[in-house]
Structure formats: structure tokens, C-alpha cells
């Protein structure tokens, strides 16, 4: 359920109507990306097309709007957003969503494009700043892109908070977040604190002995591509023990079809995941479509007493020097479309969200586009050592150096981080909806 708030421009005075108030917003004349300073490497170096872009304050509409933006670039233009909050613990960081309204009065194009700006999750209560990156200028640049993305940071006056969100105090939960078993709010509801991941529900933080004891029983396989299989290494390079009994296995699925073959014997759960490489090269209905196809196909083959979980595709990061097909417009409408899917036909499939962990991050990937890995650039990582980020959490996404057991490794005589905040928050996210039973 999407949290409804108000918007309030900066710059103008709110008042009790339900017409907004539009506060003029520009975008950056250079590229400009969330906590990494090599833009220039990864987005479009041309000057962005002459856009107009207003900010303004909505209630409630029929489209069940947070915050309205219009603007004379569309329709379907693709945008970044998030909601920054300060604090004591450092950074708080939360994601929001820009959504291409449906209709409006386009009028030839001289009458401005609408879009919805939307919160997916609830929050903790307290007054955000609303951040917004324009990164394609169409939806069809946003499907296929043919230059890189724009990167260019809307400001008002010079400010990159375009506004202030108010959420209002929830019923505080403290009861833990949700197993296999169990229904409830799961690890992966929740916001950013500095490098935290915070969930809405009392979350374990697990060590390496505790997933071991976890996974004698559930013996789960991960299947999937890239993003699976360094979940995998993460969780099998120590103990040897973990792998070598047989305990968690990886299969490679980076394009499967419907004639999948799991052999998920003797396993209690099947983690899956695949569309990366899919979006690269394809469109999302193509993808979808497969998708459909193959999953559906893959449950029925299942054994009755085996749980498939699907593991949605982490945001992609956009760092790459070369210009790539995939864009987080992409991973978001075929996101949505496959958790409708879950919802309407497979409900017995189970939902690990990655995408809504990395979004509000997804600049902090510490290898290009993944979140997990064997980096050794631990001392110059932004992510795991930022000095914007205050107090004692360790880079692990999972709270106070003592309780980050997955964050550092010797390996080869070396030490290496097997990720940062951001990949260790969404392993033990998942680990918490595997092993709270």
C-alpha cells in the first residue's frame, strides 16, 4: 500500500486548498549522480534539452498522488527519487517513484506532461527532503536507450530539495519481521538510517553459525544470474561446511525458458531471480512474457512441500562507461507487472523485494551494477566508508560494527569486503524471511 503525503514547495507558503502550489524547479546544467563523483563517465556530457519542471503541493486526487510534478518533457519521461531525512544516526534515505500519469491535457504538446509522485512504503515519522534525478528525457529513451542516461539533479533556486514530505506517526510494530510461516511485515519494508537498513519489524541480524543451523533444514537453491550467484559465494565461501554438505546450492539461470529444470529434491525453498540480462537486450513485454511463462512452469514442477520465492531484480546502478540498455524504468514497470502476476495467479509464490532495498542506493553498487562481491577497494569505497555517514555502523547495512558478522573476509591471504551496506542489508533481509521460522 503506497503512503499518502503532502508535499510543501520550499520556496511558497501551503495553504488548505487542494490546488497545488508549483514552485519552478530546473535541472543541473552538468551530470550529477548520488554519491559517486565520476558522473561524467556513466551520463550524457551534452547540455539537456531546454525543459521546464514545477513542483507542486496536492492532496489527495483520483490517482491517489502524494506530491504532482508537471513538466514539457514526456510523456513517460524516466526520473530517480528519494526521500532524505537527517538525524543523529546520520542520513536517513528512503525511495519514492515518478509516475507518468495516465491521460492530461497534452495539447499537442504545448500544455505540460503530469506525473504522480509517489511513496511505495510507509515511513517513520518525521519531515523528508524530496530529491529528484531526471535521467531520460522519453519513455521510449527510457525503454531503449540510444545515449546515456541525463543525470541531471532537479533544483530549486539552487537547491536540490525540491520540498518537504511530512509523514505522519504509525502504530509503532515491534513485533519480528515475518517467516516463511508467517504473515506479517517482512525485512524488506523499510527505510535507510546512514548505512542501516532500518525494517518496520524487529529484524535478526544472522551470523554465519546461525545460517549455517538454518540452512541443515531449509537447504535452499538459489537460482538465477549474477546478483544470485554472488548472494551464493557470500553466503558458501565460509564455513566450508556450508557448501560442502550440500546444504545451499546455485544453479545459473541468467535467460532461462519454460523448460527450466530445477531438481529441487529434499529442498525446502527455491530462491529465484533472472532479468537483468533480459533487459539489457530486450523490452519489458518480451521479457514479462517469458518470464511469465517460465515461472508459472517452474512452481507446478516444484514439490508440494518446497516454497518458491521470487527475488526481485536490485535496481540497476547505471555505472558503466558504455552505454547500456538497461534502465531502472525498465526494471520498475516489469516489476510491478510480475508482482500483479504473483498476486492474481501464483499466490503460493513468496516475495523477497531486492528492488526496494537498493533503490534508494542504487548509485552505491560496489562493482559496477552488483551489490556483493569480493571488492578491493574497501578503503576507497564511498559506500562502505563515507564520511557523510556518522556513528558506528560498520558498512554492513545490518547495524553496529559487532553486529555486522558478513562484511569483512580473509580470502587468498587478503582482505576483502564481500559487499557493503547495501548487498549485506538485502542478504540478511532475505535470510530473516528463510530462517525466522
Given at each position: 500500500?503506497r503512503?499518502?503525503?503532502?508535499?510543501?514547495?520550499?520556496?511558497?507558503?501551503?495553504?488548505?486548498?487542494?490546488?497545488p502550489?508549483?514552485?519552478?524547479?530546473?535541472?543541473?546544467m552538468?551530470?550529477?549522480m548520488?554519491d559517486?563523483?565520476d558522473?561524467?563517465?556513466?551520463?550524457?556530457?551534452a547540455?539537456?534539452?531546454?525543459q521546464?519542471?514545477?513542483?507542486?503541493r496536492?492532496?489527495?486526487d483520483?490517482?491517489?498522488?502524494a506530491?504532482h510534478m508537471?513538466?514539457?518533457v514526456?510523456p513517460?519521461?524516466?526520473?530517480?527519487?528519494?526521500?532524505?531525512?537527517?538525524?543523529?544516526?546520520?542520513?536517513?534515505?528512503?525511495?519514492?517513484?515518478?509516475?507518468?500519469?495516465?491521460?492530461?491535457?497534452?495539447?499537442?504538446?504545448?500544455?505540460?506532461?503530469?506525473?504522480?509522485?509517489?511513496?511505495?512504503?510507509p515511513?517513520?515519522?518525521?519531515?523528508?527532503?524530496?530529491?529528484?534525478?531526471?535521467?531520460?528525457?522519453?519513455?521510449?529513451?527510457?525503454s531503449?536507450?540510444?545515449?546515456k542516461?541525463?543525470?541531471?539533479?532537479?533544483?530549486?533556486g539552487?537547491?536540490?530539495?525540491?520540498?518537504?514530505?511530512?509523514?505522519?506517526?504509525e502504530?509503532?510494530?515491534?513485533r519480528?519481521?515475518?517467516?516463511l510461516?508467517?504473515?506479517?511485515?517482512?525485512?524488506?519494508?523499510?527505510?535507510?538510517?546512514?548505512?542501516?537498513?532500518?525494517?518496520?519489524?524487529?529484524?535478526?541480524?544472522?551470523?554465519?553459525?546461525?545460517t549455517?543451523?538454518?540452512?541443515q533444514?531449509?537447504?535452499p537453491?538459489?537460482?538465477?544470474?549474477?546478483?544470485?550467484?554472488?548472494?551464493?559465494?557470500?553466503?558458501t565461501?565460509?564455513?566450508?561446511?556450508?557448501?560442502?554438505?550440500?546444504?545451499?546450492?546455485?544453479m545459473?539461470?541468467?535467460?532461462?525458458?519454460?523448460?527450466?529444470?530445477?531438481?529441487?529434491?529434499?529442498?525446502?525453498v527455491?530462491?529465484?531471480?533472472?532479468?537483468?540480462?533480459?533487459?539489457?537486450?530486450?523490452?519489458?513485454?518480451?521479457?514479462?512474457?517469458d518470464?511469465?511463462?517460465?515461472i508459472r512452469?517452474l512452481?507446478?514442477?516444484?514439490?508440494?512441500?518446497?516454497?518458491l520465492?521470487?527475488?526481485?531484480?536490485?535496481?540497476?546502478?547505471?555505472?558503466?562507461e558504455?552505454?547500456?540498455?538497461?534502465t531502472?524504468?525498465?526494471?520498475?514497470?516489469?516489476?510491478?507487472?510480475?508482482l500483479?502476476f504473483?498476486?492474481?495467479?501464483?499466490?503460493?509464490?513468496v516475495?523477497?523485494d531486492?528492488?526496494?532495498?537498493?533503490a534508494?542506493?542504487?548509485?552505491?553498487?560496489?562493482?559496477k551494477?552488483?551489490?556483493?562481491?569480493?571488492?578491493r577497494?574497501?578503503?576507497?569505497?564511498?559506500?562502505?566508508?563515507?564520511s557523510?555517514?556518522?556513528?558506528?555502523?560498520?558498512?554492513?547495512?545490518?547495524?553496529?560494527?559487532?553486529?555486522?558478522p558478513?562484511?569483512m573476509?580473509?580470502?587468498?591471504?587478503?582482505?576483502?569486503a564481500?559487499?557493503?551496506?547495501?548487498?549485506?542489508?538485502?542478504?540478511?533481509?532475505?535470510?530473516?524471511l528463510?530462517c525466522n521460522?
Open positions: 500500500m503512503l499518502l503525503c503532502i508535499i510543501l514547495p520550499t520556496i511558497v507558503a501551503a495553504h488548505k486548498s487542494k490546488k502550489n508549483w514552485v519552478v524547479a530546473a535541472p543541473s552538468r551530470p550529477e548520488w559517486v563523483n558522473a561524467s563517465k556513466y551520463c550524457a556530457a547540455a539537456p534539452p531546454a521546464t519542471f514545477e513542483i507542486g496536492l492532496g489527495l483520483v490517482a491517489g498522488a506530491a508537471r513538466s514539457s514526456g513517460g519521461a524516466a526520473f530517480e527519487c528519494r526521500l532524505d531525512r537527517t538525524s543523529r544516526e546520520g542520513p536517513r534515505r528512503a525511495p519514492c517513484e515518478v509516475v507518468a500519469r495516465i491521460g492530461g491535457a497534452y495539447d499537442n504538446g504545448t500544455a505540460p506532461f503530469y506525473y504522480d509522485i509517489v511513496i511505495p512504503n515511513l517513520d515519522a518525521g519531515t523528508y527532503d524530496l530529491r529528484v534525478l531526471w535521467m531520460h528525457a522519453s519513455a521510449k529513451e527510457a531503449a536507450p540510444s545515449t542516461p541525463l543525470c541531471r539533479v532537479l533544483r530549486v539552487g537547491d536540490e530539495r525540491l520540498g518537504k514530505v511530512k509523514v505522519p506517526k502504530r509503532t510494530v515491534s519480528p519481521c515475518a517467516g510461516a508467517s504473515s506479517g511485515i517482512r525485512a524488506h519494508d523499510g527505510a535507510w538510517r546512514a548505512r542501516e537498513w532500518r525494517p518496520r519489524c524487529a529484524w535478526q541480524v544472522y551470523d554465519r553459525h546461525q549455517e543451523t538454518c540452512f533444514s531449509k537447504r537453491l538459489f537460482v538465477g544470474d549474477s546478483h544470485t550467484r554472488l548472494m551464493f559465494d557470500t553466503l565461501d565460509q564455513p566450508a561446511d556450508l557448501e560442502s554438505t550440500g546444504d545451499v546450492v546455485f545459473a539461470a541468467e535467460d532461462p525458458t519454460s523448460d527450466l529444470k530445477v531438481d529441487a529434491h529434499g529442498r525446502s527455491v530462491v529465484a531471480n533472472w532479468g537483468h540480462w533480459r533487459l539489457r537486450d530486450g523490452d519489458v513485454e518480451t521479457y514479462v512474457r518470464w511469465q511463462k517460465t512452469a512452481s507446478n514442477n516444484l514439490p508440494p512441500s518446497t516454497i520465492i521470487w527475488r526481485t531484480m536490485p535496481a540497476y546502478s547505471y555505472r558503466r558504455e552505454l547500456d540498455g538497461r531502472n524504468a525498465k526494471i520498475r514497470e516489469a516489476t510491478a507487472r510480475q500483479a504473483l498476486a492474481t495467479e501464483l499466490p503460493r509464490v516475495v523477497h531486492t528492488f526496494a532495498i537498493t534508494p542506493r542504487l548509485f552505491d553498487a560496489n562493482s551494477h552488483h551489490y556483493l562481491g569480493f571488492a577497494f574497501v578503503a576507497r569505497n564511498a559506500s562502505l566508508y563515507d557523510q555517514f556518522s556513528g558506528d555502523a560498520c558498512g554492513g547495512g545490518v547495524g553496529p560494527r559487532r553486529a555486522c558478513w562484511l573476509r580473509e580470502r587468498r591471504g587478503s582482505t576483502y564481500v559487499g557493503n551496506a547495501v548487498g549485506l542489508a538485502d542478504l540478511n533481509a532475505l535470510l530473516n528463510l521460522d
